[in-house]
């Protein structure tokens, strides 16, 4: 059974960093891309990031570039959003993703239940 | 970078059809995938590779892309179906996921 357990999310100040954390199991995580995908509140999905299986490779929205770093520990099973400089717009719920591995045109088989960012004074 | 778009709303009555598309320029030469996502849930691959359906999925959905739009179909539709629903698209030039903005379903 596929799980994806997101962790870290709360209330921070703008310009403040926060880090979120995704444990995976239940499907070959060491061998999946995975990603980070938002959603700001009453809005749609928005892709954040994406990270290849063995971490050579990462890619940002350009809402996020610079600012947010995606990484991953395969011995833990386990993804990391570290989000620097955050603002307003960042609100959103958080949610981790993965794709199917041997896969480049990558899509979003496995989703957790996504962790609640709230970017406030 | 490569955009999607999608109708806000689709409203179909209990039996009938519900077809939702997807635009994109020449969307018919990308792969699509679409997600259902109900109320307060996560997302929920719904069809991967324009018409592949993941097993849970009924078979009353159906996929089919050509041209500029792709089209997820609903047939005999449920009061379960009810939800938002986005297509999505890998740019393999910037390396991006695109979403489309999301049709809500609403049964009447």
């Known amino acids: 059974q596929v799980q994806l357990v997101e962790s870290g999310g709360g209330v921070v100040q703008p310009g403040r960093s926060l880090r979120l954390s995704c444990a995976a199991s239940?499907?070959?995580?060491?061998?999946?891309?995975m990603h980070w995908v938002r959603q700001a509140p009453g809005k749609g999905l928005e892709w954040v990031a994406l990270m290849s299986y063995d971490g050579r490779n990462k890619y940002y929205a350009d809402s996020v570039e610079g600012r947010f770093s995606i990484s991953r520990d395969n011995s833990k099973n386990t993804l990391y959003l570290q989000m620097n400089s955050l603002r307003t717009e960042d609100t959103a719920v958080y949610f981790c993703a993965g794709s199917p591995p041997g896969i480049s045109l990558y899509y979003f088989d496995y989703w957790g239940q996504g962790s609640l960012v709230t970017v406030s004074s | 970078s490569y955009v999607v778009t999608q109708a806000p709303s689709v409203s179909v009555a209990p039996g009938k059809t519900a077809r939702i598309t997807c635009g994109g320029n020449n969307i018919g030469i990308k792969s699509v995938h679409w997600y259902q996502q109900k109320p307060g849930q996560a997302p929920v691959l719904a069809m991967s590779?324009?018409?592949d359906r993941p097993s849970g999925i009924p078979e009353r959905f159906s996929g089919s892309n050509s041209g500029n739009t792709a089209t997820l179909t609903i047939s005999r539709v449920e009061a379960g179906d009810e939800a938002d629903y986005y297509c999505q698209v890998w740019d393999s030039s910037s390396q991006h996921a695109v979403f489309g903005g999301g049709t809500k379903v609403t049964v009447l």
């Open positions: 239940g499907f070959p995580f060491s061998r999946s891309a």
């Open positions: 590779y324009d018409n």
